[in-house]
């Protein structure tokens, strides 16, 4: 019998570069700095006469960001964008670095791709002050899987565990162990825990930290193995199917793994953009998003 249980944790573990500069202020720095300025000043000025021509019904075309070609959900809210005049032009990205570098240096207007808790340590750690949430879009639980047992409760002995062997997954795999019986954390080890930060194992468990997509085809090796559900949908894995636990994500800390619509935050209440929001937190993309996904990513919007 499967039972749906909270974990913590999500998506992929961040590296952020960090950069210095020095010298003088010299005349050619001041006018750079003043160039700079007024180019920005330009940008937001045209940022705004597009989002103005909706009396004039003409199209107003936004850049969305996204990880990967399945935008189902996205054609849905296209579909109700276009009485508007609104237009959401797909950029497709292939890893999780590049859609936000993309939004800060203004070549998208959007972006929906990674968790609230992924976001936030991304600008925490890149300086990134003007980016903000426009909405809440989907939840993709972790799951507990095994090609040996059907029930945690079976499994006696020595256990060999799989977890994704990046920080974020990793921490959230690690959660999850905690909180189905395996092990306890440090009380200190906050939403991203590792290895280290395991106090005591409750079971005879040895930890296996693997490439999250290597882990699927490792299952007969393992007695289990934590998958994220992109990669377990990847492998062919359902969490109704083949799940043993998975994550309640009604369950208030959940919300930090919750998907995320990003925007500049001078653009987020912008009338354009909460037309977008409207259109995708609409019943007729849950729909789809139920329909699609077969259960595998849940809505979380009202």
């Given at each position: 019998m499967k039972k749906r249980i909270l974990a913590l944790g999500l998506t992929v573990a961040l590296a952020a570069a960090s950069l210095a500069a020095c010298g003088g202020a010299s005349t050619k720095t001041t006018e750079k700095a003043t160039e700079a300025g007024t180019e920005q000043g330009s940008e937001k000025a045209t940022e705004a006469a597009k989002?103005?021509?909706?009396?004039?019904?003409?199209?107003?075309?936004?850049?969305?960001?996204?990880?990967?070609?399945?935008?189902?959900?996205?054609?849905?809210?296209?579909?109700?964008?276009?009485?508007?005049?609104?237009?959401?032009?797909?950029?497709?990205?292939?890893?999780?670095?590049?859609?936000?570098?993309?939004?800060?240096?203004?070549?998208?207007?959007?972006?929906?791709?990674?968790?609230?808790?992924?976001?936030?340590?991304?600008?925490?750690?890149?300086?990134?002050?003007?980016?903000?949430?426009?909405?809440?879009?989907?939840?993709?639980?972790?799951?507990?899987?095994?090609?040996?047992?059907?029930?945690?409760?079976?499994?006696?002995?020595?256990?060999?565990?799989?977890?994704?062997?990046?920080?974020?997954?990793?921490?959230?795999?690690?959660?999850?162990?905690?909180?189905?019986?395996?092990?306890?954390?440090?009380?200190?080890?906050?939403?991203?825990?590792?290895?280290?930060?395991?106090?005591?194992?409750?079971?005879?468990?040895?930890?296996?930290?693997?490439?999250?997509?290597?882990?699927?085809?490792?299952?007969?090796?393992?007695?289990f193995a934590c998958i994220n559900n992109g990669v377990a949908k990847d492998a062919g894995l359902t969490l109704k199917n083949d799940a043993i636990v998975y994550e309640d994500y009604k369950e208030p800390d959940m919300k930090n793994y919750w998907n995320i619509i990003v925007a500049k935050k001078d653009r987020i209440e912008s009338e354009d953009f909460q037309k977008i929001k409207k259109a995708y937190n609409s019943d007729e993309v849950k729909q789809v998003v139920l329909e699609h996904y077969d259960g595998q990513s849940i809505p979380v919007w009202d």
């Open positions: 989002e103005e021509k909706a009396d004039a019904g003409e199209l107003r075309t936004y850049k969305l960001g996204v990880n990967g070609s399945d935008h189902e959900e996205w054609e849905k809210a296209n579909e109700l964008l276009a009485k508007d005049n609104i237009k959401l032009e797909m950029v497709e990205f292939s890893d999780y670095v590049k859609p936000n570098e993309a939004l800060e240096d203004g070549e998208i207007d959007l972006n929906a791709f990674q968790t609230e808790i992924y976001f936030n340590n991304f600008v925490k750690e890149r300086g990134y002050t003007d980016l903000g949430i426009l909405a809440y879009t989907q939840v993709a639980p972790m799951g507990i899987y095994s090609s040996k047992y059907k029930s945690l409760d079976e499994a006696t002995g020595h256990l060999i565990i799989a977890i994704p062997n990046d920080v974020t997954n990793g921490g959230r795999a690690l959660k999850f162990l905690e909180k189905n019986g395996f092990l306890t954390l440090k009380k200190e080890a906050g939403l991203t825990p590792t290895v280290m930060d395991i106090e005591k194992y409750n079971k005879d468990v040895e930890i296996v930290e693997m490439v999250a997509t290597q882990i699927p085809a490792s299952l007969p090796d393992l007695s």
